[in-house]
């Protein structure tokens, strides 16, 4: 659903540094985003709608962000994430 050309792009990344974390936070947000749209994240690997993936890319870029345990402020809940998910939230 991402590469990591698109993730480093978005974030503003320009070195290969911190690739191997990049991958890792690529995972979290399908993984991520497919909890949240009560789906197997094998599902959202292929071709997923726009907002899906502009999500799991904003959640890319406040995990790269926010990487520190604690930080200086808060870690607030994006609703911009879920406002792209929820038209294709599946409900049980």
Partial sequence: M???EEVKRH???DHNDEDALLLALIDTAIAAS???LNMPAADLVVA?????KSAALL???AL???RESQGERPFHKNPAFEALLNPYRAHA
Avoid: H, M, Q
């Fill in 2 to 4: 991402l590469t990591l």
């Fill in 11 to 13: 974030c503003r990344i």
């Fill in 34 to 36: 497919a909890d949240y």
């Fill in 48 to 52: 997923v709608p726009a907002p899906v």
């Fill in 59 to 61: 959640l890319v870029g």
């Fill in 64 to 66: 790269y962000e926010n």
